[in-house]
């Protein structure tokens, strides 16, 4: 009799280690994780359209007039800000509709621009360069998550600081259960070691402020107080 054949497995789209394993499935779909890096990920089978995708966005509440989802991207705007010098130029990636974080910075006297793939799809942003990156709530929706953020970082000037927003997966979190995998439009989930892991190879100075804000900082230049 015949062995079954081993099911095969995408390689890890963040650190493109081969020897990834099955991590939790659910009715929806499957998840895996890569032992390397430690990102835990759907399996690319269970990926919406791009048409589902942008339907899912679009029911979003991102109204920039909501203090309420002013004091939420006040969580990644504070950190960040407090490192830049004044007039500092930025980028913003997955903007979203409201480009709310935008304004905040500018009313803090920095320059922005923004990029969206649906929203501000204006590649030509990525040939400049910037003091500083912001993506809030993007990372997770991203099905190369290293190819994006490796293009950010090129974009960063010496010394740049790259501000991520996003449910991190910690150790702690009871996954089957957990809220941020709810969203089928997530369908990447980083963990601290994650973090850890791209900070390594970046060369980069990494820190954590609250549970779900990371802020990595590029060399040379000053670095994080």
């Known amino acids: 009799m015949s062995t079954p054949a081993r ?7 963040f650190c493109s280690n081969p020897s990834v394993g099955p991590f939790h499935s659910d009715s929806k779909r499957d998840y895996l994780h890569c032992p390397l890096c430690d990102l835990v990920f759907a399996h690319p089978d269970s990926y919406l359209s791009q048409a589902e995708e942008f339907k899912r966005y679009e029911q979003h509440n991102n109204d920039p007039e909501d203090p309420r989802y002013r004091s939420f991207l006040n969580k990644l705007q504070k950190p960040v800000v407090k490192h830049l010098a004044p007039h500092s130029s930025g980028l913003d990636f997955g903007s979203g509709p409201g480009p709310l974080l935008m304004k905040l910075f500018e009313e803090q006297g920095h320059e ?14 990525f040939e400049a360069s910037y003091d500083f990156i912001t993506t809030s709530e993007t990372v997770e929706h991203l099905q190369q ?17 790259l501000g991520i927003m996003t449910g991190i997966h910690y150790d702690d979190i009871d996954f089957k259960n957990w809220y941020y995998i709810r969203d089928e439009t997530h369908i990447v989930f980083f963990s601290p070691k994650t973090f850890k892991w791209l900070a390594q190879f970046w060369s980069a100075k990494l820190e954590f402020v609250g549970d779900n804000v990371v802020i990595l900082q590029k060399k040379p230049g000053k670095l994080i107080d």
């Open 145 to 161: 998550p290293m190819l994006e953020l490796e293009r950010l970082w090129r974009c960063l000037k010496p010394g740049g600081i």
């Open 112 to 125: 922005m621009s923004i990029y969206d793939v649906f929203y501000a799809p204006n590649t030509a942003v």
């Open 7 to 13: 099911k095969l497995f995408p390689a890890c789209p």
